[in-house]
């Protein structure tokens, strides 16, 4: 009896150490999601559109020049949505998880899923899907269902989307990426030069730099070249509209069902060394070291909020335990 005391003791103080460090962790982590929400705070108030008569939100930013793009935006059906787009941790894409659920290799702005399609890619006729980044893009969806513009058609790609196609959109900020919707992706008239005129000199420098990397024709290219050609309108940045025609609420559950699927066994990777000196390991890591895997946060609040219900389960089995063992005769 003694030596089962011994062991339970020996168990609860053992979890309290995970419990300390996944805490620690948490906190850390917390402190991070805070800063990063903040950052994407202040993005979207950037991106945040003008209000219409009937008080509702303009589809496209219009912290740039684009007038006329705004009003056909506003002039297009919303899309309403109804699903929940962040209930919990397990909603929080990444380019990684995005690649495991569609298939194919780690998507840049367009994701390719044809030979490796995953069973809900082809379940849902998927073949392709675009998952740009709102701090590259001028004037991408302001939300879920909403309508936008993407700068996207340099060099080879000049000839995507010019009879108009369908993708699912994902949009990003930083390394985390959400559900837009279904969308009908036409190209559009490129930028005028009133319009580049108006972009944030980092913008103008992104954009330059991706012209020159796809230009692949036999004369000498320099970004300030290129950038010379856009200020004086001899070159203009392609633009392509994205009008989202449904939500796809199957899909967009089905997606984060996947999702929970991958944090899972990511997470069983991650603690694959097994046994108590990982477990001891686990307990003596350095709280203060920074992660730099895109997907670090998702699984660590995923691994506190699963440590926290072991701990209460432990605790209710040690005082059934307890109980059952104090009506037990004495010896």
């Known amino acids: 009896m003694e030596e089962f005391r011994r062991a339970a003791a020996k168990e609860r103080k053992m979890d309290d150490s995970l419990l300390l460090n996944a805490s620690r962790k948490i906190e850390y982590l917390e402190v991070k999601l805070r800063e990063k929400a903040e950052e994407v705070s202040v993005l979207r108030k950037a991106h945040s559109s003008g209000r219409d008569h009937n ?7 219009d912290t740039i020049t684009l007038p006329n793009r705004i009003q056909e935006m506003d002039a297009m059906p919303q899309v309403q949505i109804t699903a929940p787009l962040l209930a919990d941790v397990t909603r929080v894409l990444t380019k990684k998880s995005l690649a495991y659920i569609l298939g194919g290799f780690t998507p840049n702005i367009i994701g390719r899923c044809t030979a490796s399609a995953t069973e809900l890619s ?6 392709e899907y675009l998952c740009p ?72 420098m992104m954009y330059s730099d ?18 010379a050609d856009h200020e004086s309108g001899a070159s203009r940045v392609p633009c392509v509209r ?3 025609v449904a939500f796809n609420t199957a899909f967009h559950e089905e997606l984060i069902q996947a999702n929970r699927v991958y944090l899972e066994e990511t997470t069983k990777r991650s603690n ?26 998702a699984l660590a609040l995923l691994a506190g909020a699963r440590a926290r219900n072991i701990t209460n389960s432990r605790r209710l089995t040690r005082r059934a335990s307890s109980s059952s063992l104090s009506s037990l005769p004495s010896e």
């Not at 009879?163 to 930028?191: I, N, W």
Request: charge should be positive.
């Open 55 to 61: 008080g509702l939100g303009s589809s496209c930013s």
């Open 122 to 127: 082809r379940k849902h006729g998927i073949r």
């Open 210 to 227: 991706s012209a020159m990397q796809k230009d692949k024709s036999d004369r000498p290219t320099t970004i300030r070249q290129v950038f």
């Open 272 to 297: 694959s060394g097994g046994g108590r000196r990982k477990r001891q390991r686990v307990a003596a890591a350095d709280d203060s070291s920074s992660d730099s895997s895109e997907d670090d946060t």
């Open 133 to 204: 980044h709102i701090e590259h893009h001028t004037c991408l969806p302001a939300g879920p269902g909403k309508h936008g513009y993407l700068q996207l058609g340099f060099g080879k790609d000049s000839g995507m989307f010019e009879k108009g196609e369908y993708r699912h959109v994902f949009v990003g900020t930083g390394k985390f990426f959400a559900y837009y919707g279904y969308y009908h992706v036409l190209r559009v008239e490129s930028l005028t030069r009133h319009e580049w005129a108006s972009l944030p000199i980092q913008m103008k």
């Open 242 to 244: 994205l009008q989202c």
